[in-house]
């Protein structure tokens, strides 16, 4: 996902070359996808460390599960407590999955969007400062 580059002044918009109005809309959206990237970066390294800590959790509870004196109430009390917990981590974490599936659906989704409207296509350098100048936006 990227500008093509910049033209020199001539404003000629003709064929492909975007108007201070396309080029604008290119500078917000290309925003977006950035805020959008670092969000889902974010989020995937929660989630990640989530199921690592779950895994953890699921070896612990196999340990566990052949330690479990079948004849005291406490020992499978215990046990069964543990097998609580991991199916509630197991809950928790199934439901941020489709969440984020679908997070990531938009985001490509916008990236797409800015491939066609805007990537690769040419752009005079000073509609290019002054949209971004407008939209308080450095490079």
């Not at 404003?11 to 969000?39: F, H, I, K």
């Amino acid at each position: 996902m990227r500008f093509r580059g910049g033209l020199p002044d001539g404003r000629t918009y003709a064929g492909p070359t975007l108007t201070r109005e396309q080029l604008e809309r290119c500078v917000m959206l290309e925003a977006e996808v950035g805020r959008s990237a670092d969000a889902i970066d974010a989020e995937e390294t929660s989630i990640n460390a989530q199921q690592a800590q779950l895994e953890r959790f699921t070896r612990e509870v196999e340990v566990q599960s052949q330690r479990v004196d079948q004849y005291s109430q406490t020992s499978v009390s215990r046990f069964n407590g543990l097998v609580d917990r991991q199916r509630s981590m197991v809950t928790a974490f199934n439901s941020r999955v489709p969440a984020f599936n679908a997070r990531v659906e938009g985001h490509n989704t916008r990236i797409s969007q800015f491939n066609t409207l805007c990537g690769e296509k040419p752009y005079y350098e000073s509609d290019m400062q002054a949209v971004r100048s407008k939209l308080g936006i450095t490079p």
